[in-house]
């Protein structure tokens, strides 16, 4: 029996196998970098060790000082979560080595996965499909387009889609780089590109008395970055006899390498039915919550379970209904996906009806590893939560999910949820066409357009500049009980200016005797303003608008839209602007690569300075074109947000 599990991960899926091993009565212990000291799984756990520093590479990936912490804390187990060391043998075999239990499965089940070159040549002798292996140093033109894919990598890391033999080596140079970083291992391959093919996989679970578990399938096709962003169980597009095909090969895969534990096999599933292997991730999913919520099933529970040597049932449960997941990110889609770091200052989900667990009937559910105040940096992966709703059909849980992202306060930093929310309400979504090529073929530009309209940020802006006014007058010192902006002799109408999605907003009011006037808002009337809830009359009808402030940062939320405003000072202080043509570092990060040099002219959209952040390569291109009058960077150096990399002339 397991008494004392060490949690080697952090955030959000930490803190789901803290909440597992509480319902079993199981001690627990965390681990944190300098970064991660505040965060909410280190107060969840029973005790915690640190890992000192802020890379991965000297924390969350040191398996000598993770098993320093075990030691210490007298855990008898260990638990990898997913990313990190999840799926590496050598960590396995070391906790083994060290007489503690390793939750998850066999180090030789690791290792003949780890490698994905050795593991299709696995799944083809079991007679599972596979594509062809390309020799990135042999491919030729008619092997284009293709993929480049980290051996050793998982979650889109070290992934690169090259259609043209010109693009091959920078590509095949970018995800070395990028595995190297975030698995310590360079290797790649290449194979063909499946155009318009679905990502569709298979969650089995094996005990190691002979029993495999098929829990059905996941379909999570659509992707950003080669990273799922939504999934869903079942999958729309999997019928019956499929479903029973995909699930025999996922447990021909799991027995051919001997599994033991949660696991999942991923297939791409072509438009004529054809279904190829991908890998198997040897540890639990992401998205693991949508199995969870149609089978009923505590996968991490049954993780520790057959860890001690439990015998699973004969059969697994029977399906229920549908679920949706979907990833919050902390990035921006509308900027090529740029990664934001920085103060949560809000994070509200309403209607929630469970935390990392099943909802004890249909409803929302949320799995974060975040909450209001946490500060989220650059040295780990953006994923800010994740969202699921259960549902008795697909269209109820994509309903119901939608709901919940729309509102939702999320204060503080750029997320994709308004992304998100117009996915789930995409009609081509809920007709079930979706595949890996669905963001790029419905329209990124439409769909990561913010949920308010330019007339929604108007009149929210007009509600910001009211709840300001009424926070004023609350804590005047005399005269509190006069209307905002009231003089004898009326002079001029009151103004704030933002700044919004859509640009600049200038807010001018009266508050007379008889109600509000607004040129900005037209027939636009006050019913009520306090500091945190302004209330207008909107075309005849009533809105309410939540108002909170942080800094110079106004959050409005409402029925019409959530909005981001920043609050423009009167007075511009001088010390504060930029030189004309200044490169920006658009998010604190280490510099990759410098390709450029003082003197040099560059063209309007060429990549000057490779930003390694949030374990991802961002490329930041020049403005305009011109002559490279600075380079204040070299490859190696921190830089942090709005740091000035280069001017170009």
Not at 56 to 68: D, G, N, Q
Not at 202 to 222: F, K, M, N
Not at 369 to 397: F, Q
Request: net charge negative; charged share 25%.
């Amino acid at each position: 029996m397991i008494n004392r599990v060490l949690v080697a991960n952090r955030g959000e899926i930490a803190r789901r196998v803290l909440r597992a091993c509480r319902d079993l009565g199981i001690g627990t212990v965390a681990v944190f970098s300098d970064p991660d000291a505040g965060a909410p799984h280190v107060r969840e756990a029973d005790t915690a060790g640190r890992l000192p520093g802020a890379a991965p590479a000297e924390t969350y990936l040191s398996a000598e000082r993770l098993l320093a912490v075990a030691e210490s804390a007298g855990a008898d187990a260990v638990h990898p979560g997913y990313g990190f060391l999840s799926e590496n043998a050598g960590f396995a075999r070391a906790v083994a080595d060290a007489g503690l239990t390793w939750i998850g499965p066999p180090p030789d089940a690791i290792a003949a996965m780890g490698s994905k070159i050795e593991a299709k040549k696995l799944m083809a002798a079991a007679g599972v499909p596979v594509l062809p292996e390309l020799d990135p140093e042999r491919v030729t033109a008619a092997d284009f387009p293709l993929l480049v894919k980290a051996s050793a990598g998982g979650g889109g890391r070290g992934m690169r889609i090259v259609r043209t033999p010109e693009e091959l080596a920078d590509a095949l140079a970018g995800a070395r780089r990028e595995a190297e970083s975030a698995f310590g291992d360079p290797a790649v391959f290449c194979e063909p590109l499946l155009e318009n093919a679905r990502h569709i996989e298979v969650q089995v679970l094996a005990d190691a008395h002979g029993t495999v578990w098929t829990l059905g399938e996941r379909e999570c096709s659509i992707q950003r970055r080669h990273q799922k962003i939504v999934e869903e169980a079942p999958s729309p597009a999997v019928p019956p006899g499929l479903r029973a095909e995909l699930c025999e090969a996922a447990a021909n895969a799991a027995r051919a390498i001997g599994y033991t534990g949660a696991g999942t096999v991923e297939f791409m599933l072509a438009r004529d039915g054809r279904f190829f292997f991908l890998e198997v991730n040897t540890r639990l999913q992401v998205e693991h919550p949508v199995t969870e919520c149609v089978y009923g099933v505590d996968l991490v529970r049954l993780q520790i379970e057959v860890a001690e040597g439990a015998r699973l049932a004969e059969a697994p449960p029977e399906p229920r209904g549908h679920a949706i997941e979907v990833r919050l990110y902390a990035e921006d889609p509308a900027r090529d996906w740029r990664p934001a770091g920085g103060t949560l200052h809000t994070f509200e989900v309403p209607g929630v009806d469970a935390e990392f667990a099943v909802p004890a009937a249909h409803g929302l559910r949320l799995d974060s590893g975040v909450e209001s105040g946490t500060e989220v940096g650059v040295h780990y992966d953006p994923m800010l939560a994740k969202v699921i709703a259960w549902a008795p059909t697909r269209a109820a849980a994509a309903r119901r999910l939608a709901a919940g992202l729309r509102g939702a306060r999320v204060h503080g930093l750029t997320t994709n949820r308004d992304l998100l929310v117009r996915i789930l309400e995409e009609p081509g979504f809920l007709a079930g066409d979706t595949d890996t090529g669905y963001l790029d073929r419905v329209g990124l530009a439409d769909l990561a357009a913010p949920l308010a309209d330019e007339a929604a940020v108007k009149v929210s802006a007009l509600a910001a500049a009211l709840a300001r006014a009424a926070a004023n007058r609350a804590s005047a010192g005399v005269l509190g009980g006069l209307p905002s902006g009231w003089r004898n002799v009326r002079s001029q109408p009151q103004r704030r200016t933002f700044e919004g999605p859509y640009g600049t907003v200038d807010v001018d009011y009266d508050l007379r005797r008889d109600g509000l006037a607004s040129e900005l808002c037209p027939g636009t009337s006050l019913v009520g303003a306090a500091p945190d809830r302004v209330v207008l009359d909107v075309g005849g009808l009533r809105e309410t608008f939540a108002v909170t402030e942080a800094g110079d940062e106004v959050h409005v939320d409402s029925r019409l839209g959530p909005v981001a405003l920043r609050a423009v000072p009167r007075f511009a202080d001088p010390s504060g602007q930029i030189a004309p043509g200044s490169l920006l570092a658009p998010m604190p990060g280490t510099v990759v690569r410098v390709e450029t040099e003082a003197g040099a002219g560059v063209a309007e959209g060429q990549t000057l300075v490779v930003l390694e952040a949030m374990k991802m390569e961002h490329r930041i291109a020049a403005p305009s074109a011109g002559t490279v009058a600075e380079l204040n960077v070299a490859a190696g150096q921190q830089v942090e947000s709005g740091a000035v990399l280069a001017v170009i002339e």
